[in-house]
């Protein structure tokens, strides 16, 4: 199952609580849930490594469609 965090939430605790390959980025704007500029949130995750963001910003729900290995 993977997991993405609201734009307000702690991201970084969500990564501790279950693994940075359970986590995906994700918008719906322009619903309330969904960021006007959905890339500025790449921000929020300045800190991790770039394999971790890279997991985060497409490659673990690439893996779930089966569309990498």
Do not use: T
Not at 11 to 34: A, I, K, N, R, T
């Amino acid at each position: 199952m993977l997991y993405h965090p609201f734009y307000e939430e702690n991201v970084y605790c969500l990564v501790e609580m279950v693994g940075v390959d359970q986590v995906m980025f994700g918008s719906d704007w322009p619903h309330p849930e969904g960021l006007a500029n959905p890339s500025e949130w790449q921000d929020e995750i300045a800190e991790m490594s770039e394999e971790d963001r890279a997991k985060i910003m497409g490659g673990n729900v690439m893996k779930v469609l089966g569309l990498v290995a």
